[in-house]
T-cell receptor, first 114, second 113 residues
Framework: DQQVKQNSPSLSVQEGRISILNCDYT??????FLWYKKYPAEGPTFLIS?????DKNEDGRFTVFLNKSAKHLSLHIVPSQPGDSAVYFC?????????????FGKGTKLSVKP | GAGVSQTPSNKVTEKGKYVELRCDPI?????LYWYRQSLGQGPEFLIY????????DSGLPNDRFFAVRPEGSVSTLKIQRTERGDSAVYLC???????????FGPGTRLTVL
C-alpha cells in the first residue's frame, strides 16, 4: 500500500500562472518531506523540503505547504515557467533523515505552456 | 564539485546474466542509497550504506541483488541471474551524515532481454 500518494498523474498550466502539485501521506511518523524535479533521462533533482515542525517553506518561486492534520502537502510554483515542465516527485522521510530511506510518490507530470 | 555519477548509463543484458552497476557519490558524503525506478513509478528504495556497511537492505527484492561499498566511497550494485522484471532505471543517491536531502545521479537504465 502506498504511503505517499500523488493522485494527479499530470497537470497542465499556462505560463505565468500558479502551479499547485499535491501530495498525501498515510504514515504519521514521517517527519521530513521533500520535493524532487525530474527531467527525462536525468536523475531527480532536489527542489525544496519542509520539516514537520513547520507548515510552510519558501524558496524563490517555490513554496511548500504542510498540513499535518490532513497528512497533506502541496508545492506551489508561481509564476510558472516553461522550464518548470518536468515530473515532480513528493518524498517523505522517517525520523532520522538520512539514517533511513526516502519514500516517493508516483510523480506528477507538469506541463507549462507558453 | 562533481555530482553523483553512475556507470554505465545504459546496460542491455540477456536473461540469466550477471550485471554490475557502479555509483560514485559526491565527495565527502558518507551516506549512499540505491533506488530502482520502474516506468510510471517513483523511485523505490533498495539499500542504504553508512560508510562501508549496509545500514538498511530491507528494499532488496531477493537474494539475487547484492551491493557493496568496500572503501566507503564507490558502491557497486550486483544482480545475479537477471530476469526481465529487473528492467528499470537504477538510481544512486548520496548525502552527508544526518542530512535529509539526498542527491541523485543520472541513473543506469537496465534492460533485460
Amino acid at each position: 500500500d502506498q504511503q505517499v500518494k500523488q493522485n494527479s498523474p499530470s497537470l497542465s498550466v499556462q505560463e505565468g500562472r500558479i502551479s499547485i502539485l499535491n501530495c498525501d501521506y498515510t504514515n504519521s511518523m514521517f517527519d521530513y518531506f521533500l520535493w524532487y524535479k525530474k527531467y527525462p533521462a536525468e536523475g531527480p533533482t532536489f527542489l525544496i523540503s519542509i520539516s514537520s515542525i513547520k507548515d510552510k517553506n519558501e524558496d524563490g518561486r517555490f513554496t511548500v505547504f504542510l498540513n499535518k492534520s490532513a497528512k497533506h502537502l502541496s508545492l506551489h510554483i508561481v509564476p510558472s515557467q516553461p522550464g518548470d515542465s518536468a515530473v515532480y516527485f513528493c518524498a517523505a522521510s522517517r525520523p532520522g533523515g538520512s539514517q533511513g530511506n526516502l519514500i516517493f510518490g508516483k510523480g506528477t507530470k507538469l506541463s507549462v505552456k507558453p | 564539485g562533481a555530482g553523483v555519477s553512475q556507470t554505465p548509463s545504459n546496460k542491455v543484458t540477456e536473461k540469466g546474466k550477471y550485471v554490475e552497476l557502479r555509483c560514485d557519490p559526491i565527495s565527502g558524503h558518507t551516506a549512499l542509497y540505491w533506488y530502482r525506478q520502474s516506468l510510471g513509478q517513483g523511485p523505490e528504495f533498495l539499500i542504504y550504506f553508512q560508510g562501508t556497511g549496509a545500514a538498511d537492505d530491507s528494499g532488496l527484492p531477493n537474494d539475487r541483488f547484492f551491493a557493496v561499498r568496500p572503501e566507503g566511497s564507490v558502491s557497486t550494485l550486483k544482480i545475479q541471474r537477471t530476469e526481465r522484471g529487473d528492467s528499470a532505471v537504477y538510481l544512486c543517491a548520496s548525502s552527508f551524515f544526518g542530512g535529509n536531502e539526498q542527491f541523485f545521479g543520472p541513473g543506469t537504465r537496465l534492460t533485460v532481454l
